[in-house]
């Protein structure tokens, strides 16, 4: 299995222009942005996965809203 750091990953021209771009308005360097980006999808993704495990867990125990309830709950935040 390859080490990470020896890791090469190939992109489209069109999606390579656009991570240069991104990169370019942010002042950073490009394999340091496409590092930041990496990093940050694995955070959030572990965060979402972890929060769908709980949810499950939850409707195992019978723990959950009806449909009026969370409609209403998302209405007051939209308003707040």
Same mark, same amino acid.
């Given at each position: @299995? ?9 992109f ?7 991570? &240069? ?8 360097g ?11 999808? !694995?955070?959030d ?6 929060a769908? %495990? ?10 959950? !809203?009806?449909?009026a309830? @969370? &409609?209403?709950?998302?209405? %007051?935040m939209?308003?707040?």
């Open positions: @299995m390859p080490r990470l750091a020896d890791m090469e990953v190939r489209s021209p069109e999606l390579e222009a656009k991570i &240069n771009r991104a990169a370019a308005d942010l002042g950073h490009t394999e340091d942005y496409v590092r930041e980006l990496v990093e940050r999808y !694995i955070d993704d572990t965060r979402f996965r972890s769908v %495990r709980k949810g499950f867990a939850s409707l195992d125990r019978g723990e959950f !809203i009806d449909e309830e @969370m &409609n209403a709950r998302v209405e %007051r939209l308003r707040s």
